[in-house]
């Protein structure tokens, strides 16, 4: 779909409600990730037809026969409404996880799938054994997840508790030295502008590589994360709509990307990646039984 035909078909789901709306998606604001994501929705969906309308303008006057909210607003927006229209929703992390999902609420979340870093950390850093993460009491329900994780991939889990009234080096450099790299969680009070240089240098100088958590983080000195772009989302919700409707069920997109930092891997003296070997690689042992 080139640029004319993307404008064109953004002007008219921006324009005068239908009738009837199959799907309607609900977006807090135009923006690029929004744009991006409509594209992939509409470019050969069977999801069509279907409506898009910002928090400020939106009503179920006539009921969609589904929705697709994008961020914590939208998501928010949808659970004051009683109305059991099956609702997928986006761009949501762990932490937002309502404590209460309806039957008609499915979530897919916007972090990595943990299977899939521990894979890529194998893929790229050879003879990899022990993986550490850092976490703390914000973070520390996301564990059982991270070490089941590590089992299927056959890597063991190491883990410190980052007290954050201390400072953050004592519990990385002992995590540093009981393993041989470090994958991220989702946990902003660890990845974040603030912590991001002592984290790195401090691993990076006893040659220990970060995995995660995700693809900003890579640009500024992660050896690799997955990701799921905007298209990866949107192929993913339609392929979620395609399945029996789970209820109240969480997921992670089934569509992933994959980033590098070459001059990171090439630093540590480690393989230079293949960003389209190693997601082929991903990608096949997801699908393998």
């Known amino acids: 779909m080139n640029l004319v035909c993307r404008h064109l078909l953004l002007i008219l789901l921006f324009a005068a409600w239908p009738v009837f709306s199959q799907t309607l998606i609900v977006i807090p604001t135009e923006s690029q990730l929004t744009r991006d994501f409509i594209a992939g929705i509409a470019d050969e969906s069977p999801l069509a037809p279907f409506q898009v309308a910002t928090l400020a303008e939106v009503d179920l006057d006539e009921p969609p026969t589904r929705i697709i909210t994008l961020g914590l607003d939208a998501l928010n927006w949808r659970l004051q409404d009683a109305s059991d229209i099956p609702t997928l929703a986006l761009y949501i992390n762990r932490r937002q996880l309502p404590d209460e999902r309806p039957d008609w609420l499915q979530i897919m979340l916007s972090s990595p799938e943990p299977r899939r870093q521990m894979r890529l950390a194998k893929a790229m850093v050879p003879r990899l054994q022990s993986i550490g993460m850092l976490y703390t009491d914000n973070s520390a329900n996301q564990l059982p997840l991270w070490h089941t994780a590590a089992a299927v991939t056959d890597l063991q889990l190491v883990s410190r508790q980052w007290s954050t009234d201390s400072p953050i080096t004592r519990p990385l450099s002992s995590l540093l030295g009981d393993s041989d790299a470090l994958i991220a969680l989702d946990d902003p009070t660890i990845w974040n502008a603030d912590q991001l240089k002592t984290i790195l240098l401090t691993s990076y100088a006893r040659n220990r590589v970060i995995i995660g958590p995700a693809a900003p983080f890579v640009d500024a000195g992660s050896l690799g994360t997955t990701y ?21 069920a969480v997921f992670y997109p089934t569509e992933f990307s994959l980033r590098t930092n070459a001059q990171v891997a090439r630093s540590l003296s480690l393989p230079q990646p293949d960003n389209a070997a190693l997601l082929e690689r991903l990608k096949a042992e997801e699908l393998a039984p």
């Open 228 to 248: 799921s772009t905007p298209m990866d989302m949107a192929l993913s919700s339609r392929y979620r709509f395609s399945q029996p409707w789970q209820p109240g």
